[in-house]
């Protein structure tokens, strides 16, 4: 957390009034604020420089720039042209040209990926944009040249970040050298790290680091995960992860109730959608303060959920040397249905479940699936010896985990699984995680006999592995 921020040394410079006039009176930072922002905007204005030199496929089909206007200028080109990025420390200007980059790069390559699996590609990134990103900036640590960590006591410490200012922009009997002063209360001790990102919006501080491999004592224990919405996760062994949905569906009512009342704005005001009353720029204050409180809203039930399964992923990979999950598609769980034209009434349509779909796509989002399987993700490749597998979810709720029946009568409720051929009784959501271990074990090639009591329940507390069995990142289609 990023309490205050201090400066040392000198003014830093950041421009004239009038940057296209040299002879016009010189702007320095005078508070730590004031450099933050400095700082920010010049990162974001170098990130949309090497941004617009991307390009996308026009009307025609041929490439064109996607800003309209290339901006190939370099660095100390931006210096000479940009009164106020003469200041600005070259760590800090030089970041965007990887991490722009890397997300571009990354966007085409996820597109390609969901475009083979006939899935929505999404959109490539944008600019970046004040109000849609917020003031952020990251600056390279390079071995100690910039953005040096210096501990204060347990809980706080001190990141310097030096610059200077180009010769004879320092006021009279000031140094050409600043230093700007982030004051930080940490959580976790600082290791080496390569780069610091600053959110000046939201006042965090990332230092980016290679993780470190956790060290894991070999359990000999598999466990099999089936996710749903009543229960957010139930294993094999018969535990229950539940989320706190009170406090859930309490922050989901205040959301909802400022979105009608954003939405009566909007309409009050004369304009048909969202995207029209903001692109008038006639936004109202008491529309701007509701969205700042929804967003507020969104960003509390995230660290609900995040604090949630980040306990209950770590106890996973603590207790087991191989988790066992489905390989759901959760895009095509929450598409909306297919409208059903009616045909003795041109243009007019019949019922479609929409209704009650509704209900259950805010369950699916609630429930937060994804979020699960994604942590688990890294977590099994930082922790040596634990593998997760992503196995074939079709017929695990109607497949009897004793005798391998299968019969969507098995299903009688959301909670009540008995098998119409052997009478087996259990849990639906603990028999669908029992089917789920077992192809993930047949995955591995290991024997699955005699694993489980006559009565259905574990012979042991946990399902031992084969010791020959390597346990694995696998996905299995």
């Known amino acids: ?15 004239y009034t009038d940057q296209h006039d040299p002879c016009s009176e010189k702007l320095y930072a005078n508070t730590g604020s004031q450099a933050m922002e400095w700082l920010c905007d010049a990162w974001r204005y170098r990130f949309n420089q090497l941004r617009s030199n991307r390009c996308k496929y026009g009307k025609d089909k041929t490439l064109i720039p996607i800003g309209g206007t290339p901006d190939t200028r370099s660095v100390s080109q931006s210096r000479k042209e940009c009164s106020w990025l003469t200041a600005v420390p070259s760590l800090i200007l030089e970041s965007p040209t990887r991490i722009e980059r890397v997300e571009w790069f990354t966007a085409v390559q996820r597109r390609k990926t969901l475009l083979s699996k006939r899935l929505k590609p999404g959109r490539m990134p944008r600019f970046k944009s004040y109000k849609r990103d917020g003031q952020r900036f990251v600056c390279w640590h390079n071995g100690g040249r910039n953005a040096v960590y210096r501990r204060v006591n347990r809980n706080h410490g001190i990141i310097t970040i030096t610059g200077q200012n180009p010769k004879g922009m320092s006021l009279p009997g000031e140094p050409l050298r600043y230093r700007i002063l982030l004051h930080v209360r940490v959580s976790q001790p600082i290791r080496e ?7 000046w919006t939201n006042r965090t501080v990332v230092f980016n680091n290679t993780p470190t491999p956790v060290k894991h004592e070999p359990t000999g224990r598999a466990v099999g995960i089936d996710r749903g919405c009543v229960h957010a996760a139930a294993d ?9 949905k009170d406090r859930l569906k309490a922050i989901d009512r205040e959301i909802r109730k400022r979105q009608k009342s954003q939405a009566r704005r909007i309409g009050n005001a004369g304009y048909s959608s969202e ?14 303060k509701t969205r700042l409180e929804i967003r507020r809203l969104h960003a509390k039930s995230k660290r609900i959920l995040d604090d949630v399964y980040q306990k209950y992923t770590t106890r996973l990979v603590c207790e087991n040397d191989l988790i066992v999950l489905e390989n759901l598609r959760l895009a095509n769980m929450s598409r909306r249905n297919k409208p ?33 399987a994604s942590m688990l993700a890294y977590k099994t490749k930082l922790a040596e010896g634990v593998g997760m597998i992503l196995v074939n979810p079709a017929y695990t709720s109607q497949t009897c985990s004793r005798c391998g029946h299968v019969d969507k009568r098995n299903r009688e409720s959301q909670a009540v699984f008995v098998c119409k051929k052997c009478s087996y009784t259990a849990n639906a959501d603990v028999n669908a995680a029992r089917n789920i271990l077992e192809r993930g074990l047949d995955t591995l090639a290991v024997t699955s006999e ?26 299995v289609s």
């Open 1 to 15: 957390m990023l309490e205050r921020v201090t400066l040392d040394g000198a003014k830093p410079f950041i421009g």
């Open 193 to 199: 790290y390569t780069a610091i990102q600053v959110d």
């Open 236 to 244: 094999s062994d018969g535990r229950f992860m539940d989320l706190p």
């Open 275 to 288: 995207r029209e009353y903001v692109a008038s720029g006639k936004i109202s204050r008491a529309y701007r």
């Open 340 to 372: 059903v034209p009616d045909p003795l009434h041109e243009g007019k349509y019949l019922p479609n479940g929409q209704d009650a779909k509704r209900g259950l796509n805010r369950s699916l989002r609630q429930a937060s699936m994804g979020r699960l």
């Open 450 to 475: 005699n694993l489980w009591g006559a009565d259905g329940t574990p012979v042991e507390q946990g399902r031992k592995t084969n010791g020959n069995a390597t346990c694995e990142s696998v996905a």
